[in-house]
């Protein structure tokens, strides 16, 4: 569905976004629970992000914010070894 679409081309079908949206979510549905609470443990780091665009594209008027956030995670480049800050 992403893989041929073209920069300035209108957005995916919302009902084939949602479904895709859902599937990564699935994916990456395993919790941990810590001294502080439940945390999502994520193997594949690309598949949030796509994860994280979907859900602005399906939701883009709750919050500026998440626009944001997806681009600090995008250049985070998270590796453990390094922390979590940006690298």
């Known amino acids: 569905m992403l893989a041929d679409h073209k920069t300035g081309a209108p ?3 919302l009902a084939a976004a949602e479904n895709l949206y859902k599937r990564l979510r699935d994916c990456q549905n395993e919790y941990q629970n810590q001294q502080w609470g439940p945390v999502r443990i994520i193997p594949h780091w690309n598949l949030l992000l796509v994860e994280e665009g979907l ?3 399906l939701r883009h ?3 500026p914010s998440h626009g944001y956030k997806l681009a600090v ?9 390094y922390g979590n800050g940006l690298n």
């Open 55 to 57: 859900a602005i594209y």
């Open 73 to 81: 995670d995008y250049c985070q480049h998270y590796d453990p070894r």
């Open 61 to 63: 008027n709750e919050s």
């Open 11 to 13: 957005g995916p079908e």
